[in-house]
């Protein structure tokens, strides 16, 4: 009996070093850990949030914003939340319901919605409707996307100028500041973030926007 004991509290003993060890790395050591990983470089940590001139939180540079105000840039489409029935780029990037329009390249609602784009893209940026560039038309996987291609940017420049009274060189001198080139040069093509791009419209016009 006394040797039965004597297991016991052995065994129990040993249980709860364990557990405070375990508890010592998996509850201090290991989140500590990372945390100061994350302050090498915190902007990623955060979630690359991006602020407005009075420092409040206004988006992340991860994540695209819807935008309805003509002297901002226009994202791609998105279907991430958005009526795919009615969608035509003003709405979506709901970040609580990331996903694509699940439509194939033979459907007609696709081929609908692209040109119901393509008109209004259109008449918005008076420029022929056969000279809009594809990611203009189409959403992306996701539908958070942030990027447009360097082409979609520039088709907006005059619209931009215009609205906001900057200068064309001024506006295209923000698209190149905030186009992003491949990883390691090669790896993809580059890209214009129209969040980070809208921001800097935003604090160079010294504008109000009405919706994003």
Do not use: C
């Not at 709901?94 to 081929?111: K, V, Y």
């Amino acid at each position: 009996m006394r040797i039965q004991t004597v297991r016991t509290v052995r065994s129990v003993w040993t249980a709860l070093r364990a557990l405070i060890v375990l508890a010592v790395i998996l509850g201090i050591i290991y989140p500590a850990g990372v945390w100061a990983a994350g302050r090498v470089v915190p902007n990623r940590a955060d979630g690359s949030l991006i602020y407005s001139s009075d420092g409040k939180v206004v988006g992340s540079k991860l994540i695209g914003q819807a935008v309805t105000d003509d002297r901002l840039f226009y994202p791609r489409p998105s279907a991430a939340g958005a009526d795919n029935a009615a969608n035509t780029g003003d709405d979506g990037y709901d970040a609580m319901s990331s996903g694509a329009s699940n439509l194939a390249p033979t459907s007609e609602d696709l081929a609908d919605q692209i040109e119901t784009r393509r008109k209004v893209i259109a008449q918005r940026d008076g420029v022929d409707p056969q000279s809009i560039p594809a990611d203009a038309l189409t959403a992306s996987g996701s539908g958070l996307d942030p990027h447009i291609s360097p082409e979609y940017a520039a088709q907006q420049v005059s619209r931009v100028a215009e609205k906001t009274g900057l200068g064309e060189d001024t506006v295209r001198e923000l698209v190149t500041q905030n186009t992003e080139n491949p990883p390691l040069g090669f790896l993809g093509q580059p890209v214009v973030n129209t969040v980070t791009l809208n921001a800097a419209v935003i604090a160079a016009a010294g504008i109000e926007p009405q919706g994003r």
